[in-house]
């Protein structure tokens, strides 16, 4: 599905994931050392969220990347069941300044952000919308 989209363009993909179970935090901080590294080099920028062994992660950039990407987080061991939630082009990016943002229960829950809408609705687009938001809104780190 990706393979049809204009290469220059800016695009993202929200993706949900299952940690490997032994994965611990040093793991995960270096996943996320490596992955802001190479962000910079590639013009991806995004927002990683963990929390009870799941992982959201928003990834933005040129499609080409973007593609390259999930191609590489797909074959990746350490996480499995990955799940894309929504891609689609963008006219700007949300995350601009992060090579990768990352939050965790610490600043806030995603589950209990969830919890809290998903009695009212469950719509795919509410829900991605939703993820979006608290993407968005969670203190940066
Ligand atoms: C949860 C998770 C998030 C990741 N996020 C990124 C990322 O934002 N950017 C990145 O380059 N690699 C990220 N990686 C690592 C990639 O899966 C992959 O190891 C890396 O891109 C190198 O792939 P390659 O050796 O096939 O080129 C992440 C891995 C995991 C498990």
Request: aromatic content about 12%; glycine content about 4%.
């Amino acid at each position: 599905m990706f393979r049809s989209l204009p290469d220059d363009r800016l695009g993202y993909c929200l993706y949900r994931s299952v940690a490997r179970p032994d994965l611990d935090r040093r793991s995960i901080l270096a996943i996320l050392d490596k992955a802001r590294q190479r962000n910079r080099q590639i013009g991806v920028t995004g927002c990683l969220h963990f929390e009870n062994g799941i992982f959201y992660q928003w990834i933005e950039g040129p499609w080409r990347c973007i593609f390259r990407l999930v191609e590489a987080l797909r074959d990746d061991g350490r996480h499995m069941d990955m799940t894309i939630l929504d891609q689609a082009s963008l006219d700007q990016r949300l995350f601009q300044d992060w090579d990768m943002r990352f939050s965790d229960p610490e600043a806030a829950s995603l589950f209990d952000w969830l919890a809290d809408w998903r009695s009212k609705s469950g719509d795919q687009a509410a829900y991605v919308e939703r993820v979006r938001a608290f993407l968005q809104s969670v203190d940066a780190r």
